[in-house]
């Protein structure tokens, strides 16, 4: 079994990336699922945001309001750290159970006599550097754009100014400086059809990578 990394930085289009590499066959973990699970109404985790950040970060029916708490977050440095305290331990715990769901199901199949020799599990995660995961996964795949097409995508999808925009990138390490530590790189500024492309020569590369394993 083969686990790759993918990660990049907000608005990188990991998610465009993880959906592409799922059609070719590929099973995936996403944290960002993860963290979206982990603060459903009613849940301990969520309960732990509202204790430490108040009230005012949820809405009327009791749901998280992402966009107050990350407005709050990424203007304070010491309240991003609280926030990572209380998700971070729980995202990690829940990636590390999937995985090992993943290796149970293929000893299965291997006893079966149905295993597959080409089983690629990618996991993604926002934050493979920042949290220090890099030894969760075997191979590192990071999605890149240039910051100026980052800081339009953010404006774009999120309403923010240049400045709320630029601020929530800081929070991260850069994409430049987390490219020399990827095994592949993907243009996440392509075309549908060009993307899907390069993800499939990635993808070939990955398969070729695990049967020599």
């Not at 390490?173 to 790189?185: E, F, V």
Request: aromatic share 6%; net charge positive; proline share 3%.
């Amino acid at each position: 079994m083969l686990i790759v990394g993918l990660t990049g930085g907000i608005s990188s289009g990991k998610s465009t990336v993880l959906r592409i590499f799922r059609k070719f066959g590929s099973k995936t973990i996403a944290a960002d699922e993860i963290a979206h699970q982990l603060t459903k109404p009613g849940t301990r985790v969520l309960k732990e945001i509202a204790k430490e950040f108040g009230e005012e970060v949820l809405n009327r029916n009791k749901t998280l309001n992402r966009r107050r708490l990350a407005g709050i977050i990424f203007g304070d440095g010491q309240k991003r750290k609280s926030l990572n305290a209380i998700m971070h331990p729980e995202i990690i715990a829940e990636i590390e159970r999937r995985i090992r769901q993943f290796e149970k199901q293929i000893k299965r199949s291997e006893l079966r006599g149905s295993g597959r020799k080409k089983n690629i599990l990618v996991v993604d995660i926002p934050l493979l550097f920042e949290a220090k995961l890099g030894y969760l996964v075997d191979k590192i795949v990071i999605v890149y754009v240039p910051q100026k097409i980052q800081i339009e995508r953010l404006r774009r999808d999120n309403n923010l100014t240049v400045r709320e925009a630029r601020t929530r990138l800081n929070a991260q390490i850069p994409l430049y400086k987390k490219k020399k530590y990827a095994n592949y790189i993907i243009n996440g500024n392509l075309s549908p059809l060009s993307l899907q492309k390069q993800v499939k020569s990635v993808w070939k590369e990955l398969l070729s990578s695990c049967q020599s394993r």
